[in-house]
């Protein structure tokens, strides 16, 4: 069974603690634990995912009309900002200020202050649980936030969820550039959506330096 030692309950930004800022309901797809609503929720992504003529990102970082078929660089943040909310992954793409790291901010928004590497290590770092500390039979408050840092079992489940949730509103061509760029590393398809967000601003300023 699940333990709920940590964040299962997404709709909120994060502190400088990695706790809900505001831990409030907003919608059921923030829920951890319910079958039915998770199967709901992924396979609407893995349907649109397949979904030619879903409106996508294709690479473009500034489109100088309006293209209802088409998502520019920030369309895409901004709809991807609605789905982070919308499905309380807020956990995954948070980031503590690079200048500041009692400060927390995200990665959609704020993706000009990180790159690939740092978002990288930031995931990483949460993937592995530090030891419990103890001091006269007492867990140190010091080790009990670094262990409630660490991903829980809900937010493991939310890896591959979240990447999925990018995946869809990219374009299958664009996907295709992506992986070009990307597929040397290691687990790459494993990654969360967090990480292939950077990788999808990464390729696109990219191919605008190409041309």
Do not use: W
Not at 20 to 45: V, Y
Not at 100 to 119: E, G, Q, W, Y
């Amino acid at each position: 069974m699940f333990s709920k030692r940590a964040i299962f309950l997404g709709g909120s930004k994060l502190g400088s603690d990695y706790h809900l800022i505001n831990p409030s309901l907003s919608f059921n797809s923030q829920l951890r634990g319910n079958l039915k609503i998770s199967s709901a929720n992924e396979n609407s992504l893995i349907k649109e995912r397949h979904d030619v003529s879903s409106v996508t990102f294709k690479g473009s970082i500034e489109l100088t009309d309006s293209s209802p078929d088409e998502l520019d660089k920030d369309r895409l943040i901004e709809k991807l900002n609605e789905r982070d909310n919308h499905n309380g992954l807020q956990n995954l793409f948070a980031m503590p200020h690079p200048a500041n790291p009692m400060r927390m901010t995200d990665v959609i928004s704020d993706h000009h202050l990180f790159t690939i590497d740092a978002v990288t290590a930031e995931y990483e770092s949460r993937q592995v649980e530090p030891i419990p500390v103890l001091v006269a039979a007492v867990e140190t408050p010091e080790c009990i936030q670094a262990r409630f840092r660490t991903y829980d079992e809900y937010e493991k489940l939310d890896i591959a969820f979240s990447r999925l949730l990018v995946e869809c509103l990219v374009s299958p061509d664009f996907r295709d550039k992506v992986i070009h760029r990307f597929s040397h590393v290691i687990g790459f398809e494993f990654l969360p959506g967090q990480i292939y967000f950077m990788m999808i601003l990464d390729a696109c300023n990219a191919s605008v330096i190409a041309c």
